[in-house]
C-alpha cells in the first residue's frame, strides 16, 4: 500500500526547497547576507518547522547556507567547491568511474589551456618548475597532485577549480602514475607543459597535455 504521508510530506519538503531558491536568486543574495529566521519561513510558506529546517539542511549540504551564532542562517557561497565530494566514495566502486575521470580530466586540462595561457603567472611558473625535482623524488603522486592543481587554478574559473578534487586528486590517488613509466619521460613531459605555458601557445599546450595522457589510456 503505497504511503499517503511521505508523500505529502517529499512534496511539501521539494516546495520549500524550491522557495528557498527563489528567495536567495530573486533577492540576489550573496555570501554573508542573511536569510530570514525559521520562525518567519514557517509563516511565509505556510509549512511546518520540520519541514523548513529539512530544506535549510538541504542547502547547507551544499554549503550554500551556514549558521553562525547569534546571525542565524546565512549564504555562506553560492559557488560549489567539491561538487563530487559527497559521491566520490561511490564511484570508487564503479568499474567504469576511474576511466571516466581520466577521460573527464584530460578533457577539462585540454579545454581550458586558453584560459591557463591567459591566467597563469610568473609565480605560478615558477612553482610548476620547482615541482620538476619533486618529480623524480619519493612522492611524485604528491607532486603530480599539486602541478596539475595549480594549472587548473591558473584558470582562475571556480568551476574549473571546484573540478579538482575529482579530476586532480581523487583520480591522481586511485590511479597513481603508470608503474611503467620512466621518471625521466614523466618529467619531459612536464617540462613540454611548463615550456608552453611560457610561450604562451595554446596549441602547443593542447598537444603536450594530450600527450601526457596518452599512457593513462593503454
Known sequence: MVDLEKIEKQSALKLV????????IDNNLQSGD???SELELCERLGASRNIIREGMRYYRT???IESRPKIGAVIARLQPDD?????????EQDPRGISEAAEMRMV???GSAPLMISGITEDELRELERLLDELNGKDVLAAEIRFHSIMLQSTRNRLI???IPLTVEFFSRHVGVPGHRDRREIVAEHKDII????????QQLSVALRKHYISYFK
Open 108 to 110: 577539462l586540462e585540454c
Open 83 to 91: 561538487p563530487f565530494g559527497c559521491y566520490l566514495p561511490f564511484l
Open 62 to 64: 551544499l554549503g550554500i
Open 195 to 202: 615550456n608552453a605555458l611560457r610561450k604562451r601557445d595554446v
Open 161 to 163: 577549480e571546484s573540478m
Open 17 to 24: 526547497i524550491k522557495a528557498l531558491r527563489n528567495y536567495i
Open 34 to 36: 542573511r536569510l530570514p
